[in-house]
């Protein structure tokens, strides 16, 4: 009797009770395998116990050395066995174990006796286990028969040989290059699998030389490849030599193009499907050789097998993104696949259609999109949202349409990610249309009111006390704002009452209702709510009237705090009350990242209003102190940075050296941290030669040496330059480690009187722009940018040159500038053409600075960059600019 359909978001939980293996033990299983034993063996019952073994090891469960070895020689008794299944779980259970070295010795024999059997079932398995557990010794032994199966009429015997040659050419390949031969005549095989496994393997042992790889694909593009499979790699290798040509700017190769567009026309589908996919993600690909590849991959979205459909519609997503007016013909056959009963595919047609669609397009297809939405899951309602954001930016025009959809699937049922995503789509519409302003926050307002995520209305009302008071008539969000107030949870209230502040501090009209609510909200049952409502009342004033000057309150209520939270957090729990008041000036501004431990140790991101993880503590401080304890530094003033270690040796080494740069206004220092990992000898008047011949702007002043370096024990010596002040200096400075040496006798830890000078070369070590800049983020990037305003500001555009993607182009362009990335932006959407990234950071002589860099990637992965600068000085806006010229 046929069995009922499940759904498949039905709750399979209980599907697991029915395993054959439920709640079985090693110890148990182990006891078990005592019947591989037998004088009788019972081929039955031994394949249980093996299936039951390989079970436990899949699953992860260890076995000790003990207990390996015996199950190892038991199973290697079941050789006398005749049975085929059997065997065939012993070859299984022995690759599994992985024998030792001197365990390998007792199954060889045996497995040599079966690579050399009249049995073709023993020979393939043979081959497959010989080649996973021998060595290199082993292996010249056998090397004679690997090669006659390679070149064997069993089409199984063969692909054995051939793929346990993929295998070994990772561990031994100057002994599988040997075979290069009897791999060549495997091609001309008329089996399709040994035609697919020997091209494969050819290759990877060609694969490192260019020319061998482009005449290997030039002989088999001549018609000598049968098997589809073989045909599907041979289209890869083909593409990888075209693209290789392209970068190398060769010519000659258009012959490959028209192998592809041949293999267009072949009888196998999926030798169809890989050539249009190979086709389209050419580089420099034109809307001409892109037709034949649209035309096939149009006619596979009308295929009745899912797969076909699915592969064309991603593929067709794709080239949507570079060349959408290719992908138009095929809207028509898209616009038949939202209703498909495939979720995949039907979000894939949706995205895809608004990509390509036109302006005239926009209501027809949120119609059809409107009764899609319900259908779909989570994560391919996001997919859409993101679409639909893309399409309003694409056509602005179209923004009420499109505003007013992002606004009904708002109110639906939805998770926290769904909502979330057309929250961000409401704002960055919002930001970027201003016509969008009014209607997309009236939206946001609405949705509060039935919003059950904390995080998103507290950020919701963040955005609304930014915006709103710059709308024509802001007095229309305030019963939104106080009905939350009155309705929310306690951290919503005090997000509101903020909210509220920054209306009567930027709307006059305002200021007496608003203070008026806000008095109110002194009788809340919450602290801070109360407390917020107290402070906000005494900047704003009693009367409605601003107590102090309109910039000072704008500055208190939407200015960023100057310092990062968890700096900040950290020094008031180090702060010991006192006379003396805490000094927020005295917070460091450097942005630590979190260490590797601490963050493996955190698990998983918090989400939400989850309190973020505490920063490490700050080592500035301390830096700080350490050089102004130096009479040699002490009047070098305040430290400005620190930088992370920079190691100047490779690990393992004699001497362990690494190096923290410390930026002053006029000043350099770099102190070296040195260990002496060589047990019996210790160092004396350790110092570091510091060439700056590639540095000219640096001069030295001053160097402090070590006077004595133990085994294993850290010191530190220090080197300083003075710099032209205020000036960002670049420069290469080479290092030599100069030291006296002394054995030291073992059995008295006494070291000789004599010693001999010697001396170890250290990796150069650069100082660059970013030496200059401290990471500092601002918490409304718009708002401070806007504070800066544009009298500093300096723009320009610039080529990044060719770059395999987007997210390779922001980070150097982060790593170069050495700010902080501000809102997430650092991170660029998959498949993203164009991204915006936002980057603030304090420059040296205590300036505040703000960048946004606008990407765009063209369809040879040229990168252009507009770079916008803003700082409170022009002259370090120009600097900014020169880094990126120069860089």
Not at 662 to 677: A, G, K, Q
Not at 871 to 879: F, G, Q, R, T, Y
Request: include cysteine; glycine fraction near 4%; hydrophobic fraction near 40%.
């Amino acid at each position: 009797m046929a069995q009922p359909l499940l759904k498949k978001d039905d709750d399979r939980d209980d599907e697991a009770e029915y395993s054959p293996f439920m709640g079985i033990e090693k110890g148990a299983v182990l006891q078990e395998a005592r019947v591989f034993n037998d004088p009788q063996l019972d081929a039955r019952r031994c394949s249980q116990v093996i299936t039951k073994l390989l079970y436990l090891l899949n699953q992860g469960e260890t076995f000790t050395k003990v207990e390996a070895t015996e199950v190892f020689f038991a199973v290697t008794k079941l050789f006398q066995s005749k049975d085929l299944g059997l065997r065939r779980m012993v070859y299984l259970m022995i690759k599994e174990l992985s024998p030792s070295a001197d365990e390998v010795i007792i199954v060889t024999s045996s497995l040599m006796k079966d690579m050399n059997s009249r049995t073709d079932m023993y020979r393939a398995n043979a081959i497959r286990v010989l080649c996973r557990i021998t060595d290199g010794t082993l292996l010249t032994q056998i090397e004679r028969y690997l090669k006659q199966a390679i070149v064997d009429k069993n089409p199984v015997v063969a692909s054995a040989a051939l793929v346990s040659g993929i295998h070994l050419l990772q561990t031994n390949p100057e002994i599988v290059k040997r075979w290069s031969n009897e791999v060549q005549e495997a091609i001309q095989s008329r089996a399709a699998l040994i035609q697919f496994h020997a091209l494969a393997l050819l290759h990877q042992i060609r694969q490192n030389d260019r020319l061998a790889v482009s005449k290997l694909v030039t002989s088999l593009t001549r018609g000598t490849v049968r098997s589809p499979l073989a045909q599907c790699l041979l289209i890869r290798y083909t593409s990888q030599v075209i693209r290789e040509a392209t970068m190398s700017n060769q010519t000659g190769d258009r012959p490959f193009y028209d192998y592809l567009e041949g293999c267009l026309r072949h009888k196998a589908e999926m030798v169809i499907f890989e050539a249009a996919r190979a086709i389209t993600e050419l580089s420099g690909v034109t809307s001409r050789e892109l037709t034949p590849a649209i035309t096939v991959l149009q006619l596979f979205l009308s295929s009745s097998k899912p797969v076909l459909r699915f592969a064309a519609v991603r593929t067709l997503n794709k080239v949507a993104m570079t060349h959408p007016l290719a992908v138009t013909n095929c809207n028509i056959d898209m616009e038949s696949l939202i209703s498909d009963q495939n979720r995949s595919i039907a979000t894939l047609a949706i995205t895809t259609l608004l990509k390509t669609g036109n302006e005239s397009s926009v209501d027809r297809l949120m119609k059809q999109i409107t009764n899609f939405m319900s259908d779909i899951a989570d994560e391919f309602k996001i997919v859409v949202v993101e679409a639909i954001r893309s399409l309003c930016l694409k056509f602005p025009l179209k923004y009420r349409s499109l505003m007013n959809f992002l606004s009904n699937i708002l109110r639906e049922e939805g998770g926290f990610e769904y909502k979330k995503a057309i929250v961000d789509s409401i704002v960055i519409l919002i930001r970027d249309i201003p016509d969008a302003k009014e209607s997309g926050l009236l939206h946001l307002c609405e949705f509060i009111e039935d919003c059950e995520f904390t995080y998103l209305s507290t950020q919701i009302l963040h955005f609304i006390g930014n915006e709103g008071p710059k709308t024509s008539d802001p007095s229309k969000y305030i019963r939104y704002i106080y009905n939350r107030v009155i309705l929310e949870n306690a951290t919503v209230r005090a997000s509101a009452v903020s909210t509220l502040a920054k209306f009567g501090a930027l709307v006059d009209s305002l200021k007496p209702r608003i203070f008026v609510l806000l008095k109110r909200c002194l009788f809340d049952s919450d602290d801070e709510v109360r407390d917020r409502a107290t402070l906000y009342l005494n900047t704003l004033g009693g009367d409605g009237a601003v107590v102090e000057t309109d910039d000072e309150v704008k500055e208190f209520l939407f200015g960023s705090l100057g310092v990062p939270l968890s700096n900040l957090e950290t020094s008031l729990k180090n702060y010991e009350p006192s006379e003396e008041a805490f000094d927020i000036f005295s917070v460091p501004k450097e942005v630590k990242s979190q260490p590797l431990a601490e963050k493996k140790a955190s698990g998983k991101k918090p989400t939400g209003l989850g309190a973020p993880p505490v920063g490490p503590t700050s080592i500035v401080d301390s830096y700080e102190r350490l050089l102004s304890s130096i009479p040699e530094f002490a009047s070098y003033g305040k430290l400005f940075k620190s930088s992370a270690p920079v190691e100047l040796t490779e690990a393992e080494t004699e001497y362990a050296v690494n190096v923290v740069k410390h930026i002053f206004d006029s000043h350099l220092v770099f102190r070296y941290n040195c260990t002496n990992t060589i047990p019996g000898q210790l160092l004396e008047n350790v110092s570091v030669i510091v060439d700056p011949s590639e540095a000219e702007e640096f001069s030295e002043i001053a160097s402090k040496p070590l006077k004595s370096l133990p085994y294993d024990t850290p010191g530190q010596t220090f080197v300083a330059f003075e710099k032209p002040e205020g000036v960002p200096a670049v420069g290469k400075f080479s290092n030599t480690l100069s030291f006296i040496v002394k054995e030291v006798d073992p059995t008295t830890g006494e070291a000789e009187d004599d010693g001999v000078e010697d001396e170890y070369q250290l990796e150069d070590l650069e100082v660059v722009a970013a030496d200059y800049m401290l990471k500092l983020g601002v918490s409304n990037f718009r708002n401070a940018w806007e504070s800066l305003g544009p009298d500093c500001e300096r723009v320009d555009e610039y080529g990044l040159g060719p770059r395999e993607s987007l997210t390779e182009a922001v980070n150097a362009v982060i790593n170069l500038l050495g700010m902080q990335p501000c809102e997430g932006t650092e991170v660029v959407p998959s498949n993203s053409r164009s991204h915006t990234c936002l980057l603030s950071g304090v420059y040296i002589g205590s300036v505040k600075v703000l960048v946004r860099l606008s990407f765009g990637l063209d369809g040879a992965k040229e990168v252009a960059m507009k770079l916008a600068v803003r700082s409170e000085d022009i002259s370090v806006s120009d600097a900014i600019h020169e880094v990126i010229a120069s860089g």
